[in-house]
């Protein structure tokens, strides 16, 4: 858990301050965490208590904003059910309270601060572990049902594909996620292709991550191109389809395989150019994310001083 105060005008974070979740514990030792972290910061910042516009937080799972409920939080233990967050860290601070989605803050984030500046509409891949995403349509963060809008690592690419965590299949989180290209570098080796990938890692399969696929390519290693040629293929047809709905200026690529950087963005570019053909395609850029593991604290904090008013 990570806790800052955040300048909105200048997109500064001062007194941050992080802590392991230890979501072994449960919610509500969580909870009771994150309430002393952030009465903490508010402490040592000496900003009075009535200049804070409030405390925006990203949560990595299913809300209710509205409510300020979490609703389910599926990689945290005991699953986070129906828990009112906002009331409670409210009651606590004595500050208002606003939910976002992980990634959409994310997406906030990079659009008010980062590559996304200036951009009219703007569309936000995150790729990780899983792929979460976000959208900003006419200078306007789309929140959707519940904010739900944005879950662009479940647009289906392969009808009738593998199945995805979330139960459906076909996805493209299925196929283009972190773990889906370690399972291809893995695939590789236990095949015995031509590759460096298993001696990057002196043959522990378990070693293998998107970033060594990532320093194999770099190397030249024809194997480990060819998975991020598939992998960015796979991310650009997915863009278009986004593209074609929206007609956005931008796509941002963030998380953690976005720091192959150009290994990935060129299949990306070369698919959305490839396959548009009914729209300015040459006005559509992709770029990486410039904010780092900063922007989810910036774009919750963006939330916080809207005062969560697209939720609404």
């Known amino acids: ?32 965490r994150m309430f002393d972290l952030i009465n903490e910061v508010i402490r040592e910042s000496k900003i009075p208590k009535k200049d804070f516009d409030g405390i925006g937080i990203g949560v990595p799972g299913v809300l209710n904003p509205t409510d300020g409920l979490v609703l389910f939080l599926p990689n945290l233990y005991d699953g986070w059910i129906n828990v009112p967050l906002s009331r409670m860290v409210a009651s606590s601070t004595g500050l208002p309270v606003y939910l976002i989605n992980d990634v ?11 590559a996304g500046k200036g951009a009219n509409s703007m569309v936000c891949f995150a790729i990780g572990t899983g792929i979460g995403g976000g959208v900003v349509v006419n200078n306007r963060l789309v929140m959707g049902f519940d904010g739900t809008a944005g879950e662009l690592g479940h647009i289906i690419i392969e009808p009738d594909g593998q199945q995805c965590g979330c139960g459906n299949h076909g996805c493209l989180e299925a196929y ?34 998107p970033q060594v696929i990532a320093d194999a390519a770099q190397k030249g290693d024809l194997i480990a191109q060819e998975i991020f040629q598939y992998i960015g293929k796979l991310i650009g047809i997915a863009s278009v389809n986004v593209a ?69």
Do not use: C
């Open 176 to 209: 283009a996620s972190g773990p889906a290209i370690a399972a291809m570098g893995i695939k590789a080796v236990i095949q015995g292709r031509t590759t460096r990938i298993g001696e990057l890692v002196d043959y522990d399969l378990n070693k293998i991550t």
């Open 104 to 114: 959409r803050a994310i997406t906030l984030g990079e659009w008010k601060y980062g």
């Open 1 to 32: 858990m990570r806790v800052g105060v955040v300048d909105i005008q200048t997109g500064t974070v001062t007194h941050q301050k992080s802590i392991p979740t230890q979501a072994r514990e449960g919610h509500d030792a969580v909870i009771a």
């Open 244 to 312: 074609l709905a929206l007609g956005p200026d931008l796509f941002v690529i963030s998380g953690g395989v976005a720091s192959a950087g150009d290994l990935l963005l060129e299949p990306i570019r070369r698919t959305l150019q490839e396959r548009i053909f009914v729209m300015p395609k040459d006005r559509i850029r992709v770029e990486t994310a410039k904010l780092g593991d900063q922007a989810g604290i910036l774009g919750s904090a963006q939330w916080a001083s809207l005062k969560g008013y697209q939720s609404r």
